[in-house]
């Protein structure tokens, strides 16, 4: 069964074309990721969903209904606000009875409602404080909580982190994960961050300049990017051209040899000690790029700058990305 | 924080010169008597505010009041719609709507009342035009009604209302009316709800400037009320000129004054109640 359909859509602003046609079945439950650089899309998506924007051409269905001309306001879902948006004259409470209020529900479910999402988003203590004595991590719970007190079918999520510092995120972005899995609602994320989305989603989208690039688990979109973009964009990447077309090969599956026969050649510009990997950047020879390669703990083998190097991988590594 | 202090100095110093210690002064006048002449004698009397409570002035009183607050609403009304236009219109449509709302200014506030004169007298402008199209027989009477004053009050301080309303709708976050609709509020809730709380500090300045400037003009009334109808501020000035009853004059100023700031705060109060209940309603 699925939530939501997006058929054929597409929007213009001002005769430029900001997502260009677009089909996508959303499947009940399922953690979606839109992911692109800012600019390619994922936004004005998520706002069509919502009902804020009208698709230029194609269709909306939401549980099958068709719901392209449904105003926001009738639609059964809701959307977490990049900046919050919370209101600030009302109490944290207030904030997420909104919605309820609106609903004209009777005032024992709706106290029902949001003491169950205070609890769950572990605001309890801060029912009675206004949105500017929050912190920015306890804002986002806010509203979060909001818009699961609707118990809506579809969750949107606009950047929902992106305002946070990075430890922060961490923390929210189990909780939000956690969150989904207890609610079992279908969640619509966008981000940027493409870290965030190999970690939380189920499926990604990749977007760039309105265009799909593609569709996938997040094991698919690592080890088989279709396109240069999904290559470069999610994960870190080595990109050769042969006759055949564009491959890549993942940093981790390049490996470096003193020993001649070695498919490419250069010279280590940098070695970069990470931890649980160590990098090394080498410049080709008579190419102008440079690769990176990954090597993890079990080598042991000391790498000066400077040095030449081979740099090999098998055949079987090389992932076809375009002509 | 301490060392900005001084900043202050300026308008401390202003302020107590030109205004605590004159109101200080006028509230002492107020407990004095004078002679036939006129001159001030220091010698305690309650004389000025007993004669407050003849029926004349405590009608005159009434009607400021009510003028004042009438002007105020009016003001209001008008005002809120116009404010809510423009601080939704495109940035080109803001630019000129504040120019039109505020070229009034550039000419000098007698010249603008009088123009009303212009209008309204029985041969003027509004008169004729009545009669050449048929709709009445013979002029109306429209200056020098409490109609006419009514109407050079709001005319003159409509600006006063909208601009403080601009600014705040123009200020709000505009995407907290996205979140309102995505909670399920209809345009017309989520103005109830969102906007016009959103906007409750701009009411209240409007309307604090236009009751205080509005209760305090005697030049409208006199020019276009004549002389039948009169507000507290021209007994006030006429107490402290014409009569020379100072004590009489500073005994209203500080009765005016004082209803002018239990108003405020009542006011005040009752926006603070508001607050408080925003989301509960219907």
Redesign the interface.
């Known amino acids: 069964m699925h939530v939501i359909e997006l058929v054929q859509i597409e929007k213009h602003f001002q005769g430029q074309a900001v997502v260009h046609p677009l089909s996508l079945s959303i499947k009940e439950g399922e953690f979606l990721t839109l992911l692109g650089p800012s600019g390619c899309g994922k936004t004005t998506i998520l706002r069509m969903i919502?009902?804020?924007e009208q698709p230029t051409e194609g269709q909306v269905l939401l549980a099958g209904q068709n719901v392209t001309d449904v105003?926001?306001?009738?639609r059964d879902l809701?959307?977490v606000?990049q900046?919050y948006?919370?209101?600030?004259?009302?109490t944290v409470e207030?904030n997420i009875?909104?919605?309820l209020?609106?609903?004209k529900m009777p005032r024992q479910l709706i106290k029902e409602r949001v003491d169950e999402a205070v609890t769950m988003t572990q605001l309890t203590p801060l029912r009675e404080r206004f949105p500017h004595q929050l912190s920015g991590g306890q804002q986002q719970r806010v509203a979060i909580a909001?818009a699961i007190a609707?118990k809506p079918k579809v969750l949107l999520l606009d950047e929902p982190l992106g305002a946070l510092d990075l430890q922060l995120r961490k923390n929210l972005q189990s909780e939000l994960k956690h969150l989904q899995r207890t609610l079992g609602i279908t969640f619509v994320y966008v981000t940027h961050d493409q870290e965030e989305a190999m970690m939380l989603s189920d499926r990604i989208v990749i977007m760039n300049h309105g265009r799909v690039e593609q569709i996938g688990t997040p094991r698919e979109i690592y080890a088989r990017p279709q396109t240069l973009f999904a290559a470069t964009f999610v994960g870190e990447n080595n990109v050769f051209s042969s006759p055949e077309g564009l491959f890549a090969v993942r940093p981790e599956k390049l490996v470096p040899q003193r020993e001649s026969g070695a498919k490419k050649s250069g010279v280590i510009e940098d070695v970069q000690y990470l931890g649980s990997v160590h990098k090394l950047l080498v410049q080709l020879d008579n190419e102008p790029m440079k690769v990176t390669i990954a090597l993890d703990i079990s080598d042991d083998r000391p790498w000066e700058v400077g040095e030449r190097v081979g740099v090999n991988w098998s055949t079987k590594d090389e992932v076809i990305i375009g002509p | 924080m301490r060392k900005s202090r001084f900043l202050l100095t300026p308008v401390l110093l202003w302020l107590s010169l030109f205004l605590i210690v004159p109101m200080l002064i006028v509230v002492g006048i107020s407990f004095l008597s004078r002679d036939s002449l006129g001159n001030i004698v220091f010698s305690f009397s309650l004389e000025g505010y007993k004669t407050f409570f003849d029926p004349l002035y405590l009608g005159i009183y009434w009607d400021t009041l009510v003028l004042s607050l009438l002007t105020t609403v009016i003001c209001l009304l008008v005002s809120y719609p116009l404010a809510y236009y423009i601080a939704n219109a495109s940035p080109r449509i803001q630019t000129w709507g504040l120019i039109l709302i505020t070229v009034p200014f550039w000419i000098n506030f007698l010249i603008r009342t009088y123009a009303w004169v212009l209008l309204l007298r029985t041969q003027g402008v509004v008169n004729s035009l009545l009669l050449w199209v048929g709709w009445i027989d013979e002029p109306i009477q429209m200056l020098y009604t409490y109609g006419a004053v009514l109407l050079g009050m709001v005319y003159n301080f409509i600006p006063f209302m909208v601009l403080p309303i601009y600014v705040a709708l123009e200020q709000m976050?505009k995407?907290?009316l996205?979140?309102?609709?995505?909670?399920?509020?209809?345009r017309w809730?989520a103005f109830r709800?969102?906007t016009l709380?959103?906007s409750k500090s701009g009411i209240m300045t409007g309307a604090v400037l236009v009751y205080v400037s509005t209760s305090g003009m005697f030049v409208v009334t006199d020019i276009l009320g004549g002389a039948k109808s009169s507000m507290i501020s021209n007994i006030i000035q006429s107490q402290f000129l014409g009569a020379r009853n100072w004590p009489f004059g500073a005994a209203l100023s500080v009765i005016f004054v004082a209803t002018s700031l239990v108003l405020i705060l009542l006011f005040n109060r009752a926006m603070q109640a508001r607050?408080q209940r925003?989301?509960?309603g219907r």
């Open positions: 919502a009902g804020f105003p926001a306001n009738k809701n959307l606000f900046h948006a919370l209101f600030p004259h009302m207030d009875a909104f919605g209020k609106m609903k909001r609707n | 976050d995407r907290l996205d979140a309102a609709s995505d909670l399920g509020a209809s809730k709800h969102i709380p959103q607050h925003v989301g509960e």
